[in-house]
């Protein structure tokens, strides 16, 4: 039998040992004494602790219109202040406590908290004292609060004040909350020792805490006390021991323990199939996890949303977003709310699988059920975006976050960053990092990669080096994928030498190179024709005990190919088997393309068939080297035999395999002007080959796309061939094929560069009747176009139109103001359209106002020098 829980007061718990660790931060306040009445400063009405004294010693207290018209002012400071230092009957005051906690905007803090507890247990008010004390616990919000309570408890030790179990196990659970297990052992020790005797509910939350950290041999120890204390497992104990198995991987001891419940006559409930669910669905065995569903209803208890939260995130994870949805149907069909969790997990999983507009959907079924976006709502579908090159609807959606109140957090900046970078727009990403740090967001290791990385690759090696050292600077600690980066960037921009002495630095440090650093190296030396430089590189790599990558491998096979050293080469790939690391689909492509320029047909053929037998499959690359191949030597069917294998095997084709395509019929059209290279390639087509281009491709059972249209005009467009463009634009709607974002930006941008500005405004306004947003860079050609030819009422009545869109007012300071119009002079302009902005509400932050103005200032003073 258990013994009885009632608090034994005959000897009353150490709760000095108890939470013994520390010095109470309000020891002092409790030891001071408390004035007597003749010692009451005079009142002084300024001082609301006296104002309300002054109340509060009235019987009539909770009537006097005073105490209402001082409660909107009060603080939980005030309220601390007044029971520490008034000598207020602790009746009232707890009254009072109990009153003013009730008002709307007020929050007891734990120092007001305290100060009533002190007053409670000095006055031997044990029982309410308990009740404030559980109050105080459930209130707690941070770990750094429920070591002051701990403190403040502990203080109540010289009192004779003594928690009731209930106050202990509520203290076990806050505590088990915030994962402060040392904490929780020290504490359910001081029960032990005071003789308060923990019950199931204190068992089974000291077990469920080791579990949750899968440390299932301290779990055991506590199992071992309830045993001993004549108690029995329930079902929240068998659950506590499946999520233990789980998080520790063995699940076979989880499904055991699962299975082993209802023959111990222990219910199971829907907490335990949901945590075995979500161990399976972690440990990737989500159609054993989907069969448990049916059984729940079996066991008499409904799957509910946070069960169906767990499938529908690891479906989306496994890439299964239909069967997510499907899941998501069912629960909405069995009159279920799906909360912000199980939406953000839809709209996560349709972001990695590049279907943003089913994520907007699921964003707009959200709103439509009164389910409000969070943060990480927001910063999935911003990242999905940027990941889809729509930097400019990000940004966008950047706003309307920021408009209902929703503050970006460091992912959601960086991911804007990355956007930003993608699409060239460095300087914008740089004034975001500005943004993020003046909004108190530290960068981190992957924000400092990200632009270490886009500097390089914009060829702005040295900005790069001090970009590394303003971050160490700052204490952000950069990890071996900038050192990288930094290490690749310098090696293209020609600077070996200086790439070799970061490496040696690296070396020397605390952050260590890798496989990929010296990868980086080597790929640096081979494009510097140094393959003998590079190889020696690859030994140093093994000294160090490092084990090169496929990419390492291929970078040298490459060079080694490209140089005629083919033997030498198959002796890499041959050592490359050797060591365990398997050629990828770049090695092979390689080998193949390097047979191709040869000539050599059958060859690069016979790599295809080992490369799939190897179960490598070919990507756009290999095929798109495969066609070109076959087109160099004439051999026209076998390149749209190749085509059509790629297709059927799930590769997209893409700009490349058209323009490859393209110059097999030019070629058989025996065209002898015609250039080999792409430039060459289009400023020669005739819409006649287009077309027959298209035939060919329905002969052999690809109809083609808008991919195709948009591939084959933005081919036409790079050469300003904008009436070829506009003419398959023309033949795409006939087919009934809408054009997408991206072909409306191709033929806006190159009706731009031919000074048609008209003509790009009205793609502009179709556009937008479809549903697009334009890029801002389409506005920025549009606009300084405009801006160069005099046009200046025009230009200001398109940026208005603009305005109304919805982009990012920061973004459009950035890339229209500054790197549109103030880069070419027009500060009079740029100054007229910030004040279009200020009286359209479009203010930009005050970062970027300040430097706008400072900008501008600049600018007129440069004229007038």
Same mark, same amino acid.
């Given at each position: 039998m258990l013994r009885s829980t009632a608090v034994i007061n005959a000897r009353r718990p150490a709760v000095a040992t108890l939470l013994a660790s520390r010095p109470s931060s309000s020891s002092s306040a409790a030891a001071a004494a408390v004035p007597t009445l003749s010692e009451t400063p005079t009142l002084e009405f300024s001082d609301p602790s006296s104002q309300l004294f002054s109340i509060l010693s009235r019987p009539s207290w909770l009537s006097d219109p005073g105490l209402r018209r001082l409660a909107p002012s009060l603080t939980s400071g005030h309220v601390a202040d007044l029971v520490r230092t008034r000598p207020l009957d602790p009746h009232t005051a707890l009254s009072f406590f109990d009153w003013i906690g009730r008002q709307p905007g007020f929050r007891h803090s734990v120092e007001s908290y305290s100060s009533i507890l002190q007053a409670l247990a000095r006055s031997k008010l044990l029982g309410p004292a308990n009740k404030i004390a559980i109050f105080m616990i459930k209130s707690c919000s941070s770990a750094e609060e429920m070591r002051s309570i701990l403190d403040s408890i502990k203080a109540l030790d010289r009192f004779g004040f003594t928690p009731t179990l209930r106050c202990f196990n509520t203290l076990l659970m806050a505590l088990a909350r915030f994962a402060m297990i040392a904490e929780m052992k020290d504490l359910f020790e001081s029960m032990q020792k005071g003789e308060i005797f923990p019950n199931i509910y204190t068992y089974n939350t000291m077990i469920n805490a080791y579990c949750k950290e899968g440390n299932l041999g301290e779990a055991k120890i506590y199992l071992r006390y309830l045993l001993q204390a004549g108690l029995s497992p329930d079902t929240h104990t068998y659950t506590s021991f499946i999520l233990g198995y789980c998080r520790s991987g063995d699940l076979v001891r989880a499904c055991r323990i699962f299975l082993l419940m209802p023959l111990r006559g222990c219910p199971r409930n829907e907490v335990s199939y949901t945590v075995l669910i979500q161990g399976l669905c972690e440990a990737g065995c989500i159609n054993e996890a989907s069969s448990l569903l049916p059984r729940m209803r079996d066991d008499g208890c409904v799957p509910d949303v946070y069960t169906y939260t767990v499938m529908i995130d690891s479906l989306c994870k496994e890439g299964r977003v239909e069967d997510a949805?499907?899941?998501?149907?069912?629960?909405?069909?069995?009159?279920?709310?799906?909360?912000?969790?199980?939406y953000n997990a839809m709209i996560d999983g349709y972001c990695k699988a590049g279907k943003i507009d089913a994520a907007f959907g699921v964003l707009g079924l959200m709103e439509s059920n009164a389910c409000k976006p969070n943060v990480r709502t927001y910063t999935?579908?911003?990242?999905?975006?940027?990941?889809?090159?729509?930097?400019?609807?990000?940004?966008?959606?950047?706003?309307?976050?920021?408009?209902?109140?929703?503050?970006? #957090?460091? *992912?959601? /900046? !960086?991911? $804007?960053?990355? &956007?930003?970078?993608?699409? @060239?727009?460095? %300087?914008? =990403?740089?004034? +975001?990092?500005?943004?993020?740090?003046?909004?108190?967001?530290?960068?981190?290791?992957?924000?400092?990669?990200?632009?270490?990385?886009?500097?390089?690759?914009?060829?702005?090696?040295?900005?790069?080096?001090?970009?590394?050292?303003?971050?160490?600077?700052?204490?952000?600690?950069? #990890?071996? *994928?900038? /050192? !990288?980066? $930094?290490?690749? &960037?310098?090696?293209?921009? @020609?600077?070996? %030498?200086? =790439?070799?002495? +970061?490496?040696?630095k690296m070396a020397s440090g605390k952050c260590l190179p890798d496989s990929y650093t010296y990868s980086a190296l080597i790929d640096g030396l081979c494009r510097e024709n140094k393959l003998q430089d590079a190889t020696s590189i690859l030994d140093d790599m093994l000294e160090e005990g490092l084990k090169p990558t496929v990419v390492t491998y291929t970078i040298l096979i490459d060079e080694m190919v490209r140089v005629g050293e083919f033997e030498y080469a198959m002796r890499i790939l041959n050592q490359m088997n050797s060591s365990g690391c398997k050629p990828d689909v770049c090695t092979y492509t390689v080998f193949i393309r390097s047979f191709c320029k040869e000539g050599r047909l059958e060859k690069a053929e016979s790599m295809m068939v080992q490369m799939k037998a190897d179960g490598v499959l070919p990507n756009s690359v290999t095929y798109n080297t495969l066609i070109d191949g076959y087109g160099n030597m004439g051999l026209v069917d076998r390149a749209f035999i190749a085509f059509k294998e790629m297709i059927d095997t799930g590769c997209e084709p893409n700009d490349e395999t058209y323009v490859a395509l393209l110059k097999i019929l030019l070629k058989r059209k025996q065209i002898s002007s015609v250039s080999i290279d792409t430039a060459g390639t289009w400023k020669n087509l005739g819409m006649d080959t287009v077309f027959e281009l298209m035939e060919k491709m329905s002969k052999w059972g690809y109809t083609p796309t808008i991919n195709t249209y948009s591939a084959l005009m933005k081919g036409f467009c790079k050469v300003d061939r904008l009436e070829e463009?506009?003419?398959?634009?023309?033949?795409?709607?006939?087919?009934?094929?809408?054009?997408?974002?991206?072909?409306?930006?191709?033929?806006?941008?190159?009706?731009?560069?031919?000074?048609?500005?008209?003509?790009?405004?009205?793609?502009?306004?179709?556009?937008?009747?479809?549903?697009?947003?334009?890029?801002?860079?389409?506005?920025?050609?549009?606009?300084?176009?405009?801006?160069d030819e005099g046009r200046f009422e025009k230009a200001a009545s398109v940026f208005c139109s603009l305005l109304s869109r919805g982009y990012n007012c920061d973004e459009i300071a950035w890339k229209i103001l500054i790197d549109a119009l103030l880069e070419k002079g027009h500060v009079d302009v740029c100054s007229q359209m910030l004040s279009i902005m200020e009286e359209r509400h479009c203010r930009p932050s005050p970062q970027t106002y300040a430097r706008m103005l400072e900008e501008i200032s600049g600018g007129v003073n440069g004229v007038i020098k």
């Open positions: 949805e499907v899941m998501l149907n069912e629960v909405s069909g069995r009159g279920l709310r799906p909360n912000v969790v199980t999935e579908l911003i990242c999905g975006l940027c990941q889809e090159r729509k930097v400019h609807k990000a940004m966008a959606l950047l706003s309307k976050m920021i408009g209902a109140g929703l503050s970006p #957090n460091l *992912v959601t /900046y !960086t991911a $804007l960053i990355q &956007g930003q970078c993608k699409e @060239g727009y460095i %300087d914008s =990403a740089l004034r +975001l990092l500005d943004l993020m740090e003046r909004n108190g967001l530290v960068p981190n290791q992957w924000t400092s990669s990200i632009l270490i990385d886009a500097l390089c690759k914009g060829g702005r090696a040295e900005e790069a080096c001090l970009f590394l050292d303003s971050f160490m600077q700052k204490g952000v600690e950069v #990890n071996e *994928v900038a /050192y !990288t980066a $930094l290490i690749d &960037g310098l090696c293209k921009a @020609g600077k070996i %030498d200086v =790439a070799r002495s +970061l490496l040696e463009a506009k003419s398959l634009l023309f033949h795409m709607q006939e087919c009934q094929k809408p054009a997408s974002e991206d072909i409306y930006t191709i033929i806006i941008n190159c009706c731009c560069r031919l000074k048609m500005y008209i003509e790009a405004l009205a793609f502009i306004d179709s556009m937008t009747e479809c549903g697009h947003l334009p890029h801002l860079e389409s506005y920025q050609l549009l606009l300084s176009g405009l801006c």
